[in-house]
T-cell receptor, first 118, second 111 residues
Framework: DVKVTQSSRYLVKRTGEKVFLECVQD?????MFWYRQDPGLGLRLIYF???????EKGDIPEGYSVSREKKERFSLILESASTNQTSMYLC?????????????????FGPGTRLTVL | EDQVTQSPEALRLQEGESSSLNCSYT??????LFWYRQDPGKGPEFLFT?????EEKEKERLKATLTKKESFLHITAPKPEDSATYLC????????????WGAGTKLIIKP
């Protein structure tokens, strides 16, 4: 079974702090994603990475950065946390299979990190 | 513009009362349509991938079907443990790995 783990289930930080959210997957997936999920807004993509050291902006990258130094690990960084970044953060991974023939495009999610910024 | 709309927003059923959830999509060439289940406070759990119209997949009390414009998630004789939010997502042919997500249907099964 695919397993995606996230470093914390719950996190409380203060405005202006630098926050690191870590995600690790154990299935040798090429692609990794960071989403945030807010009531009424659904899942929104922050950043994704299709290879080590490669990254692309998603729909809402402002205020965030990412790092992927190893294939299995993808980190989300809030350089200076703000109260509007209070949210549920979800990490996901998927195989690289552009044509979907072998079902490689499904994303598998971690348990989520509930971040509160005070 | 690629778009996914799920209906209804919420659905309350009695245990054993079968029903269907709808996912309508607009995408420039479908690469795949995905169904997920999400329990409160947890990450989405992958259920099914559908690739072409006419395709069907089943898992326990759930059956997903696909047409050229929509997908249905049929729930047969549901149990209280089937209560969750069900999410639908699509990937278009010109998508660089990204999925377009629906807002979800919150399903409540009363015993």
């Amino acid at each position: 079974d695919v397993k995606v783990t996230q470093s914390s289930r719950y996190l409380v930080k203060r405005t202006g702090e630098k926050v690191f959210l870590e995600c690790v997957q154990d299935m040798d997936h090429e692609n990794m994603f960071w989403y945030r999920q807010d009531p009424g807004l659904g899942l929104r993509l922050i950043y994704f990475s299709y290879d080590v050291k490669m990254k692309e902006k998603g729909d809402i990258p402002e205020g965030y950065s990412v790092s992927r130094e190893k294939k299995e690990r993808f980190s989300l960084i809030l350089e200076s946390a703000s109260t509007n970044q209070t949210s549920m953060y979800l990490c996901a991974s998927s195989l690289e299979d552009l044509w979907g023939g072998s079902g490689g495009n499904e994303q598998f999610f971690g348990p989520g990190t509930r971040l509160t910024v005070l | 513009e690629d778009q996914v709309t799920q209906s209804p927003e919420a659905l309350r059923l009695q245990e054993g009362e079968s029903s269907s959830l709808n996912c309508s999509y607009t995408v420039s060439g479908l690469r795949g349509l995905f169904w997920y289940r999400q329990d409160p406070g947890k990450g989405p759990e992958f259920l099914f991938t559908l690739y072409s119209a006419g395709e069907e997949k089943e898992k326990e009390r759930l059956k997903a079907t696909l047409t050229k414009k929509e997908s249905f998630l049929h729930i047969t004789a549901p149990k209280p443990e089937d209560s969750a939010t069900y999410l639908c997502a699509v990937q278009g042919m010109d998508s660089n790995y990204q999925l377009i997500w629906g807002a979800g249907t919150k399903l409540i099964i009363k015993p």
